[in-house]
């Protein structure tokens, strides 16, 4: 059973960089058939694709985000990272990774989520 | 962008009772790039339909999903307690973006 866990730190001041990572376990993040994606959601409120990676390092965003926003992987230890830089106090938010489905593009595994707070 | 509209925004309803979500697009969209979540608070979402009408692996066979072009829904045929959380539509369309819908909440009455 694939498992994503997402690390990093709960605070970041305004104006610095969010970064986190997540971690699968149960599968290969190199598999062709899937992409990794971020997704977050501020308190109370929806929820904003960020991005993906697929294996082989190619990433797309979403253009809302993408001028601040980098995705990263790392296959040997079956990982992959998000930066958003310059963040405000709008990017406070519980932020999930998840398996996209390269085929279909939806999500059949979700994170726990992070909370990351945006404050001085 | 795709925008998805889902409504209502909440739904009062009794246990055993049938419910259908509404999911409309502001643009045509293919029945194999739309997906149905359900969220519990604090949990993360979980896949119950993709392909407008397909369920995923264990979701119960009381949830159906339907539609096509602009208008999607997702059928609860006989609400169970737990079935009471927010679900939200999903679509991938125009590239590169995925977008959600707001989102329905179910609350008991």
């Known amino acids: 059973q694939v498992q994503l866990q997402e690390s990093g730190p709960g605070l970041v001041k305004p104006s610095q960089t969010l970064s986190l990572t997540c971690t699968v376990s149960?599968?290969?993040?190199?598999?062709?058939?899937?992409?990794w994606s971020w997704i977050r959601q501020p308190a109370g409120k929806g929820l904003e694709w960020i991005g993906r990676?697929?294996?082989?390092?190619?990433?797309t965003y979403n253009p809302s985000l993408e001028s601040r926003v980098t995705i990263s992987v790392d296959t040997s230890k079956n990982q992959f990272s998000l930066n958003l830089g310059s963040v405000t106090a709008a990017d406070t938010a519980v932020y999930y990774c998840?398996?996209?489905?390269?085929?279909?593009?939806?999500?059949?595994?979700w994170g726990q989520g992070a909370l990351v707070t945006v404050s001085s | 962008e795709i925008v998805l509209t889902q409504s209502p925004g909440t739904l009062s309803l009794s246990p055993g009772e049938r419910v259908t979500l509404s999911c409309r697009a502001s643009?045509?969209?293919?029945?194999?790039?739309l997906a149905w979540y359900q969220q519990k608070p604090g949990q993360a979402p979980r896949l119950l339909i993709y392909?407008?009408?397909s369920r995923a692996t264990g979701i119960p066979d009381r949830f159906s999903g339907s539609g096509s072009g602009t208008d999607f829904t997702l059928t609860i045929s006989r609400l169970e307690p737990e079935d009471f959380a927010v679900y939200y539509c999903?679509?991938?369309?125009?590239?590169?973006?995925?977008?959600f819908g707001q989102g329905t909440r179910l609350e008991t009455k």
């Open positions: 998840a398996r996209e489905v390269a085929s279909r593009n939806y999500f059949d595994h």
């Open positions: 999903q679509q991938y369309g125009t590239s590169p973006s995925i977008t």
């Open positions: 149960g599968g290969s993040i190199g598999s062709g058939s899937f992409y």
């Open positions: 990676i697929y294996s082989g390092g190619t990433t």
């Open positions: 643009q045509s969209v293919s029945s194999t790039y």
């Open positions: 392909g407008a009408s």
